[in-house]
């Protein structure tokens, strides 16, 4: 499973397309990030003015009106305590 392009905040735009026609074109925000459904990573996003949310595909986002967010830096490349979550003093064992 690959990372999302987007992140919750950011601004996107939809490509323009024939089920598109009917609303008017602008920017939405997305509101969530949504599990892959059929190898496509999804989004939940609303538009300026409206009162209800949409599910969208990241290939219906066109990248270039699109602005993805900087992303924090990996949790792998920040320096973490290395501690388990037992502690060997605290573990009984039967007789």
């Excluded at 990573?41 to 066109?62: N, P």
């Amino acid at each position: 499973m690959s990372k999302h392009k987007y992140a919750i905040g950011d601004m996107i735009v939809l490509k323009d397309g024939p089920v598109r026609l009917a609303r008017a074109g602008g920017a939405c925000k997305v509101l969530a990030t949504l599990p892959e459904t059929g190898g496509s990573r999804q989004y939940r996003v609303r538009f300026d003015g409206e009162t209800f949310d949409r599910c969208v595909a990241e290939i219906d986002i066109d990248p270039s009106r699109s602005k993805a967010s900087a992303r924090a830096p990996a949790t792998s490349t920040l320096k973490k305590e290395q501690t388990s979550w037992l502690k060997a003093s605290s573990v009984r064992t039967a007789k």
